[in-house]
Nanobody, 123 residues
Framework: QVQLRESGGGLVQAGGSLRLSCATS????????VAWFRQAPGKEQEFVAV????????FYADFVKGRFTISRDNAKNTVHLQMNGLEPEDTAVYSC????????????????WGQGTQVTVSS
């Protein structure tokens, strides 16, 4: 059984930074890509970023605009999302996901999910 757990969310002012972490228990991430998605109130869940097992390949949503950086430490079974220049529009529940079946940017293709962590950006 794989369990993912996010941490690092919170309340921050516009322009501020947060670092989210996604840790796994039960087993390691293995060779899985790991992604971050987010869902704002009243909106559909959307892709944020994904990183390959080696960390050599990353993809970001266009709205990231160079503000976010995804990274991973396989020795610690942890994936991070460094978020800088946060805007009120970034307010959402951020969830990590692992082991995609095919499309790394498609939420429905992922087999394992965390519970999510709330990020709130005040103006």
């Amino acid at each position: 059984q794989v369990q993912l757990r996010e941490s690092g969310g919170g309340l921050v002012q516009a322009g501020g930074s947060l670092r989210l972490s996604c840790a796994t228990s039960g087993r390691s991430f293995g060779n899985w890509p790991v992604a971050w998605f987010r869902q704002a109130p009243g909106k559909e869940q959307e892709f944020v970023a994904v990183i390959s097992w080696s960390g050599g390949t990353t993809f970001y949503a266009d709205f990231v605009k160079g503000r976010f950086t995804i990274s991973r430490d396989n020795a610690k079974n942890t994936v991070h999302l460094q978020m800088n220049g946060l805007e009120p529009e970034d307010t959402a529940v951020y969830s990590c996901a692992a082991d995609p079946e095919g499309n790394w940017k498609l939420a429905s293709d992922y087999n394992y999910w965390g519970q999510g962590t709330q990020v709130t950006v005040s103006s």
